[in-house]
C-alpha cells in the first residue's frame, strides 16, 4: 500500500503511515516504464571549451542521445534544439524562493522564458529543480517542493505534465544509513522535505534522481569499509545482505536508497542516477584505468539492463559525468578532472556507450 496525497496537500502539513520495511530478500515486482537510458553531463564550469556545435557532433559521432545541463542558459538550449538530443535541463537553486512564492502562472512564464522560447518542449526529458538542495544549499530546502509543484502546475497548462518530467537530483548522502542496503535510511533531518517529495514523485510517476559517486565513498572511507576494487566493480568477495549479494558499491548504493523510499512507503518510485564518474586525476586512485574501469561496467549495466539486486531487470537511466574536463571547478583537484572527452573531442579513454562505438 501506497499512501495517496493530493498534489495540493504537498504545500500543508500531512500526516503518513509508513509501510512495514520488507524483508532484506524479498522479491518485489516492479513495472518497467522505461527502458535502460544511458546519457551524459554537460558541465560547463570551464573557459577554454570547444563551441556547441562541436560538442553536438561529439554527442552524435558517439551515439550519445541524452544529455543533462545544469542550468537553461539560452544559447546552450538554442544549439540543441532542433539536434534531437534528449535534455535534462536544470534549474538553479537561487531561482527556487521566487518559483515556490509565485503562483503556476508566474511559474509557466519562467518556463516559457527560460526554457520553451529557444527550444521545443518535444526535447525535454527532465527538468531538474535544483542540485543537492538539502545538503549542499540547504537555505533553499524549504522552497523546493513548492516551487516544483508550482513548476508542474504550469506544465499542466502547457499539456506537458505527461511527457516532460519533475524531480530534484539529491546527493546519496541524504541516506543516514546506507550499508548494508536492507538498512538504507534517509537522514531524520530530512524527511520534513524528502517526504512530501517523493509523495510528488509518486504522484506523477517522477523519478528520485540520486548523484552517486562511489570514488568519494572509497577515498573518504577511513575504516577501509570501502575497497578500491568494491568501488571499481572487481571485487571478486560479494556482500551478503539477506539473500541478496552485492558485487559493487554502485548496485548497493542504489538499493540502500530503494529501501530508503520503501521504508517511507514509496516502494514503486524509480531511481535516476543525474551523476556519477570517477575522475581520470587529481586526487588518490584517480586515473585514466580506473576511470575506464568504472564507467565501462557502469555502462555495461545500463545497456545490459541488468538493474540491481533488489530491483533485478529494472532499466536504469544513468547520466555520466562528465562531457569534459571542467577548469573552472573549485574543491579538491580531482573535481576538474571527471572529463571523458578531450576538448578536441577525441576520447580520454576507449569508453563504449554502446555496442556500435
Not at 544549439?79 to 534531437?84: A, E, V
Not at 536508497?257 to 516502494?267: L, P, Y
Request: contains cysteine; aromatic residues 10%.
Amino acid at each position: 500500500m501506497v499512501i495517496t496525497i493530493t498534489i495540493r496537500e504537498l504545500l500543508f502539513p500531512v500526516s503518513f503511515l509508513l509501510l512495514l520495511p520488507c524483508e532484506a530478500g524479498a522479491n518485489i515486482s516492479y513495472p518497467l516504464r522505461f527502458a535502460a537510458t544511458l546519457g551524459i553531463c554537460y558541465g560547463r564550469v570551464a573557459n577554454n571549451l570547444p563551441p556547441t556545435s562541436e560538442v553536438i557532433n561529439i554527442l552524435k559521432t558517439n551515439g550519445i542521445s541524452n544529455v543533462r545541463i545544469f542550468d537553461p542558459d539560452p544559447f546552450t538550449l538554442q544549439s540543441f534544439s532542433g539536434t534531437g538530443i534528449n535534455l535534462m535541463t536544470g534549474v538553479p537553486n537561487e531561482a527556487l524562493p521566487s518559483l515556490a512564492s509565485g503562483t503556476p502562472a508566474s511559474a509557466l512564464q519562467w518556463l516559457q522564458t527560460n526554457i520553451f522560447a529557444h527550444i521545443v518542449p518535444s526535447q525535454i526529458r527532465y527538468i531538474a529543480v535544483g542540485n543537492e538542495v538539502l545538503l549542499k544549499d540547504s537555505f533553499y530546502s524549504p522552497y523546493l517542493v513548492p516551487a516544483i509543484v508550482n513548476l508542474y502546475e504550469a506544465l499542466k497548462m502547457l499539456n506537458l505534465d505527461g511527457t516532460i518530467k519533475l524531480s530534484s537530483p539529491q546527493a546519496a548522502s541524504v541516506l543516514s544509513v546506507s550499508y548494508p542496503p536492507s538498512l538504507g535510511a534517509f537522514d531524520p533531518s530530512l524527511r520534513a522535505v524528502l517526504r512530501p517529495l517523493l509523495s510528488f514523485l509518486h504522484e506523477t510517476k517522477s523519478p528520485f534522481m540520486v548523484n552517486v559517486y562511489p570514488y568519494f565513498s572509497y577515498t573518504s572511507s577511513r575504516s577501509n569499509q570501502v575497497t578500491l576494487d568494491y568501488a571499481l566493480f572487481r571485487s571478486n568477495d560479494m556482500v551478503q545482505d539477506g539473500q541478496l549479494m552485492y558485487g559493487n558499491l554502485f548496485e548497493a548504493s542504489l538499493d540502500a536508497v530503494v529501501h530508503a523510499m520503501e521504508k517511507e512507503g514509496f516502494a514503486e518510485v524509480e531511481v535516476v542516477v543525474s551523476e556519477t564518474g570517477w575522475p581520470k586525476g587529481g586526487g588518490e586512485a584517480a586515473s585514466v584505468e580506473n576511470a575506464l574501469a568504472y564507467n565501462e561496467n557502469v555502462v555495461r549495466r545500463v545497456v545490459g539492463n541488468v538493474g540491481t539486486p533488489r530491483r533485478p531487470g529494472v532499466g536504469i537511466e544513468v547520466y555520466l559525468f562528465d562531457l569534459f574536463d571542467e577548469n573552472g571547478k573549485g574543491g579538491d583537484e580531482c573535481e576538474k578532472h571527471f572529463g571523458i572527452f578531450g576538448l578536441d573531442g577525441v576520447k580520454a579513454y576507449d569508453l563504449r556507450f554502446n555496442s556500435e562505438n
